[in-house]
């Protein structure tokens, strides 16, 4: 779903398909973060 919103139809080098994990893999480690930290706040862990 992802690969077919970035590229439409456009070639791209296999730098960039690095370059955009990485940066959608930070993306979900902030929101894992946030929203889990936040989460477990409400349950009492933390």
Known sequence: MVAILISRGVKKTMGTWW?????MCVVDLLIFAVIGSVWWKVLGFC
């Open 19 to 23: 370059r955009v994990g990485f940066v």
